[in-house]
């Protein structure tokens, strides 16, 4: 079946533009995780939502972040007025249970 | 959370058995001990998870020490494709058990 997906997978932004990542979770996933991962760090958290309730931001770097999951599905990360800072691989993951969480390939971000 | 200690690299042969550490000395009663692995430009796999007990499946098996101080993952036939991060997590039960706490794992590079 179809696992997570994100776009667009590249991105390039000038510093100061807003961008908005897309997460799509496995279908009937209820929990949705961001996480921002720097080059050669691991993944850290950012944000939970369970169905369309954020539960948890606490990851979350500023308030130039933002989250929303509206109907429970799909998700989308949003940054404003990016910085030079932003850059890294966004990865999106769902799962259904408390065991596994599977994620996306990720949204690689670079802001010049 | 738990803290863990991975080593940053290991070397294995194709088609030996690849023995990856870690130690959680810290580790409390309720928490898990969590694998997964990142192959390079993709997002994190979940391979296997257990609490005191051994654990086997299709991907790997996990030995947990009595003391639950540190723990294996074993992958029983390492090919090619298994050259990706290791990270091992530990991760509370209960209904704080969401996040994943990832360090910087081992690189396991799987020669041929």
């Known amino acids: 079946g179809a696992g997570v997906s994100q776009s667009p997978r590249y991105k390039v932004a000038k510093r100061g533009q807003d961008v908005a990542l897309r997460c799509d979770p496995i279908?009937?996933?209820?929990?949705l995780f961001w996480y921002q991962q720097a080059l050669g760090q691991g993944p850290e958290f950012l944000t939970y939502?369970?169905?369309?309730?954020?539960?948890?931001k606490s990851g979350l770097p500023s308030d130039r972040f933002f989250a929303e999951r509206p109907e429970g599905s799909v998700s989308t990360l949003k940054i404003q007025r990016t910085q030079q800072e932003d850059s890294a691989v966004y990865l999106c993951a769902s799962s259904l249970s408390v065991e596994a969480q599977y994620f996306g390939p990720g949204t690689r971000l670079l802001v010049l | 959370d738990a803290k863990t200690t991975q080593p940053t690299s290991m070397d294995c042969a194709e088609g030996r058995a690849a023995n990856l550490p870690c130690n959680h000395s810290t580790i409390s009663g309720n928490e898990y001990v969590y694998w997964y692995r990142q192959i390079h430009s993709q997002g994190p796999q979940y391979i296997i998870h257990g609490l005191k007990n051994n654990e086997t499946n299709e991907m790997a098996s996990l030995i947990i020490t009595e003391d639950r101080k540190s723990s294996t993952l074993i992958l029983p036939h390492a090919t090619l494709r298994d050259t990706a991060v290791y990270y091992c997590i530990v991760r509370p039960g209960g209904g704080s058990n969401y996040k994943l706490t990832f360090g910087k794992g081992t690189l396991l590079t799987v020669n041929p």
């Open positions: 939502f369970q169905n369309e309730a954020q539960l948890d």
């Open positions: 279908s009937g996933h209820v929990s």
